[in-house]
């Protein structure tokens, strides 16, 4: 059915959706002339006119989505963007298809794209080999100023962990297309509709609407987060349509270490569930598809490994870290239920590969194995979940019940080389438990810095002439042990003598490591311990009668970006406008006691001022007793996710460490 196109209809709101004929070409053109151009945005290489979507709900869950977008070329670069459009979906749990593609040239000329043009096939994949696949429009050359419009179909659901979390994706469907196997379409929670709806763009966008249509019996909640959008719902026949929309959106303009965008951007979160029913559907699903039956070779390989446990807590240690070390990170696919239905146990062990959700069932099930309680749990890594259940998840863990009522998470996908069960890396992060008797969204708490500590000690002493010889040992623990295990593992051994070499080269490039002793980083049964004795001639710069130099633990021995990043953070701003992050709680504690030559006494000690706050707190020193220099500093950085009014405070602290690193010591001739 032919059906008039009117300005009116996208610059204000959009009901239903809308295919548009060739009499609707004028007012595509109008649309287009009145977006404006490079001058007005001179940051863009493209504009969005338009970008509408429309989903209609049917009784079991199943939605078709309609989505519109008309976007408007700026620059050569934004012609090269537009020149292939992509749509992802995996074909089996969506079906998609494109509706139109059309060019309008600036020249007045109006191009279809021909159907037969676009192609189909298996998306590249790097780790997951799920299947997935891409349908990709050959537009061709573009110019400045032409306009670009797209009508996608889709039908079908997207779960969480099949995606890239940031993705906004592209959703589109029209509601009187139905194939005849439209059950496979149906999502996992059956009559349950749900939906993550981004209002944040890379790209200018002029008007974004979202528009939902549910059988009237079927209660929706929802909540816009980060931001404001104009809303309404009405009543249509038997049904209920829900509309939002927001004009004039920019890209937001990031900062260093901040969390992500969408903690902070505007968006809308709708969802027919409620976490509990989420849970047990979780808990129902997996549980019914046996995905932690225990077989015979699961039972003895637990039972070969756990053969000198004396408690729990050890089994769960042991048969954590085999699976975090011997399942190794590649997903492959089991068919219908990927994404949501976690592998046999059974599967993964003969495979010896998974990802995060096969990795958390083959412990879920060897867990069982040794006669502890266990069941899987999702959460979102690198984001925040929140309120609204919407399938905000991205990552799957394991959880143990200890005793009566206490779940103990475990992660066998982020300990690989961590001493820890659980990677404190993910502290402040909420998770969903799939538990028999259903759970609400938890958030894990702070680990405190003390568990992830960075000790560092030294003794040396300063020849007359600025030669610096001395010792110092190093002692870490949580994360910070983490870090260094990692810049040894991930290299070759050979190389691992390189890695201290560099450490004291970049003290002074005369410096030389005379004898070195550090703990396997491969056995994670004790804390990293590294001992090195160093010899470096011309430390102390020689001006007239004076020396000058900074003792080597306040210079920050092992200062690299991977052992050490809040050094490299970005502080030149004051303030912060959004949250900020760094990878864990963290405990620097530094002590060196320096012998100075007889001839010399101390003409100038660094002093520094302290910091103490909610996000870290700082403070160090410098004293002489008799013929001896003795330095302390300690710095504590609190938890891992910041508010932004806290940055000052951890921007001190942090500065200040930094400073501790560069101030020097002044000794002049008695």
Known sequence: M???????????????????SAGDSESIRKLLAAAGDKEKYPDANTVIVFDSTFVKVMDSGLSYVTMHRLTKVLTSAGALELVAPRFDYDPLSAYVDVKSVRIFRKTGEVEEVPQKS?????????????????????????EVGDGLETIVFRKGFTYALLQDPGSEGVLASAANQVESDDERYVPPMRGHFYDIVPFWTSVPILVKTYTVSLPVDKPLQFEVYNGELTSWSHFQGDRTLYHWEKKDI???KTEPNMVSLSDVAPKLLLSTSDWKSKSLWFHKVNEDYGSFEVTPEVKKKVDELTMSCKTDQEKAHVLTHWVAEEVRYSGISMGPGEGYTLHKGEMTFKDRCGVCKDKAGMLVTMLRAAGLESYP???????????????????SVTVWKRGLSEYVLLDPTWVPGVRELWSSAEQQQQYLMGVPEGADLLTTPISPAENHYFRMRGESELLADGTLVGHVSVEAEGQADAQIRRQLVRSPKALWQGYFDKAIYDLSPQGELTSLTFTDPYDISEPMRIKLQYRIPGYAKIAGERLV?????????????????????????????????????????????????KKYQVLHLPVFDATTGEAADFHASYKVEKNELKFEQLLRMKKRIYPA?????????????????EEPIVLTQK
Request: some cysteine.
């Open 2 to 20: 032919r059906r008039r196109f009117s300005l009116w209809l996208f610059v204000s709101i959009i009901i239903v959706p809308v295919l548009l």
């Open 118 to 142: 676009i192609l189909d096939y298996a998306a590249p994949a790097r780790m997951i080999y799920w299947g997935a696949r891409e349908k990709m429009v050959p537009v061709g050359r573009l």
């Open 250 to 252: 920019n890209p937001i």
């Open 377 to 395: 749990a999702m959460t979102m890594a690198g984001s925040r979940i929140d309120h609204i259940p919407a399938d905000q998840f991205n990552h």
């Open 549 to 597: 130099f900074t003792p080597v633990v306040a210079r920050h021995l092992f200062s690299d970006a991977g052992t050490s990043a809040y050094l490299h953070m970005d502080l030149e701003a004051e303030t912060k406008q959004f949250p900020f992050a760094t990878r864990c709680s963290f405990l620097l504690d530094f002590a060196e006691k320096v012998k100075l030559p």
């Open 645 to 661: 009014e806290e940055w000052p405070n951890f921007r001190q602290a942090v500065t200040l460490v930094k400073k501790a690193m």
